[in-house]
């Protein structure tokens, strides 16, 4: 089960709500939800069930696709109620599909972790699965190797049973200060809390029935009550928000007398902040992690990111900094939670940059904004070979399409057409529209919008394919696509 509902906003300005970290390379080639899906293929694994926020539904299915993976099932979350809940669902949906006695096992796991040895992680998950199966709660304790204040601790007692390499779990402790931390670290027998847990999907449900019986009653109604969309399951939305938020730790593993931890040296992370990014990247002599087209001169211990242009840093130490397209962060590195302070005040401003980059993606390929003005704006459309934007009209804008490369399938009004590269149309105000990729190559289109009124409210969808409703105003004032305001 990978849980992928989070926003990742401490590693703004390249994780926004719209396309968080766990969708970003931010530790190799791969995405961190790619590389959680990698971590458990093969032998001993099922296909993951995967749930994830509504929004972000077309970008799972598509980084599926790309790393060639394929998913038991892909619950969307109407509205966000934190781990317990989402767990709950997973193991509902589980034991629907068993036959009545079999108690599958979940393998609950974030979608934007780091884990830098992956075969250490199987293999502490080969520790946990006997106990798991005979009825343990086991959560995987990261082995600490500084005293760090920013993770929660596991303290160890002695062992679970007949079962090697677990322990039971004598308590639970919140974030300690840095003295508590390093005192930790002295005694040893304390672990971070990783947030990966290994449970029998039965054992899971009566655990939280008998503290939580309100969150179990809602998460059945919402199961029950959901429906089939593409190849999505959407989850009933007012069964669902009926239930209470809570994590699994506090919901269930702070209460149960079934918890156990496997303490396992991985190369983990949650890489939560910049700071982490840092932490976990490959650095010179002079102690810098660097990525894209970066100079520096007389600095120290930087993390320095250029997603777009020539970023320059000279005599500065431990800082962070971060250039998209639209936005560029600098902060001072040992600070780098205060990002969290930054994305709040863009929120509370009405910030566009909190929420979506330039380049957004779609269902059909993706778009980046190049420019805006009073009366116009200028978009490049990516359209994947085969899709096709819904057919639709505006009432205050007109649109002009030129082809860049690839082939153009264009249907205006009552007629339909195809445009190669070097080849335009224009779209008149009012008239219904649709734009196709009949390729088996990208399409890559730049579009002008003129009118008195530019902002994604002003659709009219009148078929879609994506199972997107007629309207476009889902997407922030001036953020959607071309007519596909819709997520």
Request: charge should be negative; charged fraction near 25%.
């Amino acid at each position: 089960m990978i849980l992928s509902g989070g926003t990742g906003s401490r590693l703004w300005p390249l994780s926004r709500a719209g396309y968080p970290k766990q969708f970003l390379p931010l530790a190799g080639d791969r995405t961190l939800f790619q590389d959680t899906v990698a971590r458990v293929a093969g032998p001993g694994f099922a296909a993951p069930l995967v749930i994830c926020n509504d929004d972000h539904r077309f970008i799972v299915a598509e980084q599926l696709r790309s790393a060639g993976a394929e998913a038991r099932a892909i619950v969307l979350e109407p509205v966000g109620r934190n781990t317990a809940p989402a767990a709950a669902i997973a193991a509902l949906h589980l034991v629907g599909e068993t036959e009545d006695g079999d108690d599958p096992v979940m393998l609950i796991m974030p979608s934007d972790h780091r884990i830098a040895e992956p075969d250490a992680f199987r293999a502490a998950v080969d520790r946990a699965a006997p106990a798991a199966a005979a009825g343990a709660l086991v959560t995987f304790g990261i082995t600490p190797d500084r005293p760090e204040t920013g993770y929660g601790y596991i303290k160890a007692a002695g062992p679970f049973g007949a079962h090697d390499g677990v322990s039971a779990v004598e308590r639970f402790v919140e974030k300690p200060d840095a003295e508590i931390a390093a005192g930790y670290l002295a005694a040893g027998g304390y672990h971070w809390n990783s947030g990966i847990f290994l449970v029998s999907a039965r054992r899971y449900l009566d655990e939280l029935t008998a503290w939580c019986p309100d969150m179990v009653a809602a998460c059945r109604a919402a199961l029950d009550g959901a429906a089939a969309d593409l190849t999505f399951c959407r989850l009933d939305a007012e069964a669902f928000a009926r239930s209470p938020a809570d994590s699994i730790d506090y919901a269930v593993m702070e209460r149960t007398a079934h918890a156990a931890v496997v303490p396992v040296a991985m190369g983990w992370s949650d890489l939560g902040a910049w700071s982490a990014v840092w932490d976990a990247g490959a650095k010179d002599a002079a102690g810098n992690a660097t990525r894209g087209d970066v100079i520096l001169h007389d600095t120290r211990n930087a993390y320095v990111r250029a997603e777009h242009g020539l970023v320059a840093v000279a005599g500065l130490d431990d800082v962070v900094v971060v250039a998209t397209d639209d936005a560029v962060l600098v902060a001072d590195r040992r600070r780098a939670q205060d990002v969290k302070a930054l994305v709040e005040r863009l929120k509370a401003d009405g910030r566009s940059e909190q929420d979506l980059h330039t380049t957004v993606h779609r269902p059909w390929g993706s778009y980046r904004g190049v420019d805006r003005g009073e009366r116009f704006q200028v978009k490049r459309l990516t359209v994947a070979p085969g899709e096709r934007l819904s057919l639709q009209m505006h009432h205050h804008r007109a649109e002009h399409w030129v082809v860049v490369s690839g082939t153009a399938r264009v249907t205006r009004g009552s007629e339909t057409f195809l445009l190669g590269e070097n080849q335009s149309t224009y779209i008149p105000m009012g008239e219904v529209h649709r734009l196709e990729n009949p390729g088996k190559l990208p399409l890559h289109l730049i579009e002008v919008q003129s009118g008195s009124y530019l902002e994604e409210d002003d659709i009219v969808r009148f078929e879609d394919g994506y199972g997107r409703h007629p309207g476009g105003a889902e997407s922030p004032a001036g953020q959607g696509g071309p007519g596909e305001g819709a997520a």
